[in-house]
C-alpha cells in the first residue's frame, strides 16, 4: 500500500522530462491509443490579474496520455491553471509548451456547466464541437459517433430541455469528444450532479479516457473521485504546486476500497493543515 502513494517534493532536484515513462499499468495495454494524447511541460508559470497574483511559478510535466487531476481550495488558481493549459487565458510570465504543436481542435474543455444551445437539438449541439469542421461530408456520422459513445444514441432528435443534468453533461461531453481531442481539460464538469449520477459519470470519463488515450486534466474539489479517476494528484496551494501524489493502484478502481482511502485521507490531510495555517 504504501508504494501506492509518492510524494514528490516541490523543491526537490529538477528532473530530465526525456527519462519520463508513463508507468500506470493500463496503458501499458493501449499503446496505440496513448500516442494520441500530447504531452506538454509548463515552466515558471505565473498568472496575475492587476496586483492579485494568482499562479506564482508553477513547473510541471504531464506525459502524453497521463490523467492527472487538481485539487485545492476555492481561490488556490486550479482553474486559472487548467484555462492557462486550455489556452483560454495568457500568462502573465512562464511557457506552456506541447511536445507537438497542437490544432485548434487538440485542445478542449469541458465545463461544470454544460452550455447547451437550448434552440439546437442534441446532436445538433454535438456537431458544434467540430468548429470549422462541422461543414464536412462526415459531420452528423461524427457527431452520431460520439452520441453513442457517451450512450445517448437514442437521444440525437431530443431538445436539451427534456434532458436530466446527467444527460445534458453526457452530450457536453460528446461534443468536447467529437473532434477527437489530444488534451482534454475538464473543469469541475461533475459538481453540480447528484451522488450516483456522478459515480457514472466518472465510470464514463474513465472509461472514453481509457478507449480514446488522451491527455486528461481534471479540475475537481472533491479529493475522493481525483483518486478514483487520475494516475496523478497536484495538490495546488497559494498559486504553487504544493503536493505532487502519483496514483500507482490497478483499473478499474473499487470505490470505498481502503487504499483509496488511504490515497484520500492523505491529501485531505496536507489541505485542512493548509487551511489551518491560512487562519
Not at 472509461?207 to 495538490?235: M, S
Amino acid at each position: 500500500m504504501q508504494e501506492a502513494l509518492r510524494f514528490q517534493p516541490v523543491d526537490a532536484e529538477p528532473v530530465d522530462h526525456a527519462d519520463i515513462v508513463v508507468k500506470p499499468r493500463h496503458l501499458r495495454r493501449v499503446t496505440e491509443s496513448v500516442a494520441r494524447g500530447l504531452a506538454l511541460t509548463i515552466r515558471g508559470l505565473r498568472k496575475a490579474f492587476g496586483d492579485n497574483e494568482v499562479l506564482r511559478g508553477i513547473d510541471l510535466h504531464i506525459p502524453s496520455g497521463q490523467f492527472v487531476a487538481i485539487v485545492g481550495r476555492s481561490g488556490c488558481g486550479k482553474s486559472t491553471l487548467l484555462r492557462l493549459i486550455a489556452g483560454l487565458e495568457a500568462p502573465t510570465a512562464g511557457s506552456i509548451a506541447f511536445d507537438e504543436e497542437p490544432r485548434a481542435q487538440d485542445v478542449r474543455v469541458m465545463f461544470q456547466e454544460p452550455r447547451l444551445l437550448p434552440w439546437a437539438r442534441v446532436l445538433s449541439n454535438v456537431e458544434v464541437g467540430l468548429g470549422r469542421e462541422r461543414a464536412s461530408a462526415d459531420a452528423q456520422a461524427r457527431a452520431e459517433r460520439a452520441l453513442v459513445e457517451v450512450g445517448l444514441g437514442d437521444k440525437r432528435a431530443q431538445w436539451p430541455s427534456v434532458l436530466s443534468g446527467g444527460q445534458k453533461q453526457r452530450v457536453a461531453l460528446a461534443r468536447a469528444l467529437v473532434s477527437q481531442p489530444r488534451v482534454l481539460a475538464f473543469d469541475e464538469p461533475l459538481g453540480a450532479l447528484d451522488a450516483l449520477t456522478r459515480i457514472s459519470m466518472q465510470q464514463l470519463l474513465e472509461r472514453v479516457w481509457r478507449d480514446q488515450g488522451f491527455t486528461a486534466i481534471l479540475v475537481t474539489h472533491d479529493v475522493a473521485e481525483a483518486v478514483a479517476l487520475a494516475d496523478r494528484v497536484l495538490v495546488i496551494e497559494d498559486g504553487r504546486i504544493a503536493e505532487d501524489v502519483t496514483i500507482d493502484l490497478p483499473r478499474p478502481r473499487r470505490r470505498g476500497s481502503a487504499e483509496l482511502a488511504a490515497l484520500e485521507g492523505e491529501i485531505l490531510k496536507h489541505l485542512l493543515e493548509g487551511s489551518e495555517d491560512t487562519l
